[in-house]
């Protein structure tokens, strides 16, 4: 089956620790999207890719970062986690038709914890 | 600026009984609407969408939601609760952002099954 895998499911890192998440697709869609989501919140966008073109949040810190080496895989660099940084990060996967119904299918998640 | 406003944070509901979750939009232009599911450390997964084709719209797992111009509603229901409903539901909206889009997520509605 056509999917969105996240790996690992859950990361522990600590304090400053630099870690990444990793996102592979086998849809071939063009953009890829990851979020943030807190507890008993709804997902932040972060950044997204349109192919190789990269697209930020403006209120995203510069504390995360992304880098898309191919169509099938997104990753997301944290340089220096902070206890504020624990959360869900999810990813998704749209065609980008440019259209308001381009529809964004999302991984499963990785879970963050911070020590 | 498009939004969506769900009411209701938490929804408890007796097994067998019908779920109803209330989402209603915000949208100078025909908004493109989706019902998204999310079970406990997992990703987010689509129920169904309204794209214009037809106000009744049914999706996954027995769920439909109704769009409703008069009232800028889109709510999702569910003729009789399994114990399995049992997650957190976000209502969205989508727009175009550029070549991909951008989804604006509803605070969630967490829907709890009694026995």
């Known amino acids: 089956d056509a999917m969105v895998i996240q790996n690992p499911r859950y990361q522990v890192t600590q304090f400053g620790k630099p870690v990444t998440l990793s996102c592979s697709q086998t849809l071939n869609h063009n953009v890829m999207y990851w979020y943030q989501q807190k507890s008993s919140q709804a997902p932040k966008l972060l950044f997204h890719y349109y192919d190789k073109d990269f697209n930020n949040e403006a209120d995203t810190p510069d504390n995360f970062q992304s880098r898309r080496p191919n169509t099938s895989f997104c990753f997301l660099d944290i340089r220096s986690p902070g206890l504020g940084d624990a959360a869900m990060y999810l990813c998704a996967t749209s065609r980008g038709t440019g259209s308001s119904t381009d529809t964004q299918y999302f991984g499963p998640g990785t879970r963050l914890t911070v020590l | 600026a498009q939004s969506v406003t769900q009411l209701g944070s938490h929804v408890s509901v007796s097994e067998g009984a019908l779920v109803l979750l209330r989402c209603n939009y915000s949208s100078s232009v025909p908004p493109y609407l989706f019902w998204y599911v999310q079970y406990p450390n997992q990703g987010l997964q689509l129920l169904l969408k309204?794209?214009?084709?037809?106000?009744l719209v049914k999706g996954i797992n027995g769920f439909e939601a109704e769009f409703k111009k008069s009232e800028t509603s889109f709510h999702l229901t569910k003729p009789s609760a399994h114990m399995s409903d049992a997650a957190e539901y976000f209502c969205?909206?989508?727009?175009?952002?550029?070549?991909?889009?951008?989804?604006?997520f509803g605070s969630g509605t967490r829907l709890s099954i009694r026995p």
């Open positions: 309204y794209t214009s084709a037809a106000t």
């Open positions: 969205a909206v989508s727009e175009a952002r550029g070549s991909a889009s951008k989804i604006i």
